[in-house]
């Protein structure tokens, strides 16, 4: 039994070694603004494909995973249960796509700063982020360096 809960518990740490994220990073908000959008990119070096299922924030009621979709001529967003993020490859999240939605700010998102995150993948377990706000309407992810 022992040698199955290690096995269990090896596998999960290699699983989450895997799956890295890189440039998180969020939109900075209007005050008063009740939502926000969270972009990253996720690299799996894994053999195995993962999904991302999941994440929150202390700065948000919850976080939800969107996309972004075409009716007609109209650009809708809706939610998803997951993003696949392919064995040895890669996922992005970026304006217009697929992203993060901060429902029910706690308080505007200011330029500069950053937004604590936990990520929740199906494998990997979870992985702490910290998401770096940018401008506000920008639609590139800020210089990780200005601070």
Do not use: C
């Not at 603004?33 to 948000?60: E, F, Q, T, W």
């Not at 990997?124 to 601070?147: I, M, N, Q, Y």
């Amino acid at each position: 039994m022992k040698r199955l809960l290690f096995a269990a518990l090896f596998a999960a740490g290699a699983a989450q070694a895997q799956v890295t994220v890189e440039k998180p990073w969020v939109r900075a908000t209007a005050p008063g603004a009740k939502v926000g959008g969270g972009y990253l990119m996720i690299r799996n070096a894994g053999a195995a494909a993962d999904r991302l299922v999941g994440a929150s924030s202390p700065a948000a009621a919850r976080v939800e995973l969107h996309v972004h979709i075409k009716e007609g001529e109209v650009m809708k967003m809706r939610e998803v249960r997951a993003f696949d993020v392919p064995a040895r490859g890669s996922f992005e999240l970026r304006p217009g796509g697929a992203h993060l939605m901060f429902m029910e700010l706690k308080a505007p998102f200011t330029e500069g700063e950053s937004v604590p995150v936990k990520l929740k993948f199906e494998k990997a377990g979870e992985l702490s982020a910290e998401f770096h706000v940018g401008r506000l309407g920008g639609a590139t992810a800020p210089d990780a360096h200005k601070h």
